[in-house]
């Protein structure tokens, strides 16, 4: 078995390769791996072994369509992670959204039908589908992106679509709710706070705290993309939630106390434009088809996740210091 798989030195994309790599997805014990990462800010080099037999590391560009014909001969399928995935980079400055999130899947696919490489994985957000002030979204829910990364990743999952529907390309979307664990980039929500208070700074949190998220550990998320990867069906969309819905503000109080802050350590921000108020996944049919469900509780992750960033100053210290984003 080869696996391509884009966007693989980021966060959620080198833990899918880091366990592919340690044989934890059963089924593919064994499979090669070449991941293609542009290596931006958000990707490094570190996040993946140094070596392995089982892995070839390509420093590229999914908008290269030369660099994709090129390797995607000889592969079995593609597992794409690969996307500008900032919301507040996006307000600022859309641009490099479109052309990687837009563009970019749309060369990628097209390498593929080329290439004769049938079987894609498209990895998206639940942020494709706005802002639910009760109840869960479907997958048959219509897309009403207020951002524009939501934006440009509803229009790579609806190019996804039609290359499945106009070619019979072998294409299953995933829509994930915010993922959280080890290696995330600190600039997120999460990460950013830990790191932020394990310095002893202060944090920021947007308006009221009120937005609701819901949570899911990168390790559920990755096997719910490997389910699919095995299991989906062509042309599908799979809702893969957490089932655990937190305020920023509750989130903010579970960060203050594992780190033994306080709320004198938060500092109240202007609201992000557009704010979404609450995202909340149906994720009944991943798990009445393909038997998915979650097994880390929230609790017990969250703790296990400040740990990891208070153990590794060595890997996060560098790549905030490249960075001053706030909140994802």
């Not at 030369?66 to 399928?77: F, K, T, V």
């Not at 790191?195 to 990755?222: K, S």
């Amino acid at each position: 078995m080869r696996l391509l798989v884009t966007g693989a030195a980021g966060f959620i994309g080198s833990h899918y390769v880091r366990t592919l790599l340690a044989d934890g997805h059963p089924g593919y014990e064994g499979a090669h791996v070449t991941v293609v990462d542009k290596l931006t800010y958000a990707g490094n080099r570190d996040n993946l072994p140094a070596a392995h037999p089982r892995l070839e590391f390509v420093q590229g560009d999914i908008c290269d369509a030369g660099l994709l014909n090129e390797l995607l001969p000889g592969h079995d399928a593609v597992v794409h992670f690969a996307a500008e995935s900032h919301v507040d980079r996006s307000v600022e400055s859309a641009a490099e959204f479109v052309r990687t999130n837009v563009g970019g899947t749309q060369t990628l696919l097209d390498a593929c039908l080329r290439t004769g490489v049938q079987r894609v994985v498209h990895v998206s957000t639940d942020e494709v589908y706005g802002s639910i002030a009760e109840g869960s979204w479907t997958e048959e829910w219509p897309l009403l992106p207020n951002s524009p990364y939501a934006a440009s990743k509803a229009a790579s999952d609806l190019i996804a679509r039609a290359y499945w529907r106009t070619h019979g390309l072998d294409v299953s979307i995933t829509r994930c709710s915010n993922n959280y664990g080890p290696y995330q980039h600190p600039e997120k929500l999460i990460p950013l706070f830990v790191t932020n208070l394990l310095e002893g700074l202060e944090v920021p949190l947007y308006g009221a705290g009120d937005n609701i998220r819901e949570w899911l550990h990168v390790d559920d998320h990755c096997r719910a993309i490997q389910l699919v990867l095995a299991k989906g069906r062509a042309g599908e969309v799979y809702n893969v939630g957490g089932g655990n819905e937190q305020t920023n503000s509750a989130i903010t109080g579970k960060l203050l106390e594992l780190t033994g802050a306080d709320w004198r350590s938060v500092r109240r921000v202007a609201d992000r434009k557009g704010h979404d108020l609450r995202y909340s996944l149906d994720e009944s049919k991943i798990r009445d088809e393909l038997g998915y469900r979650p097994l880390i509780p929230f609790e017990r992750g969250l703790a296990d996740t400040v740990a990891w960033y208070r153990d590794n100053p060595g890997w996060w210290k560098p790549v905030k210091s490249r960075t001053g984003k706030e909140q994802g």
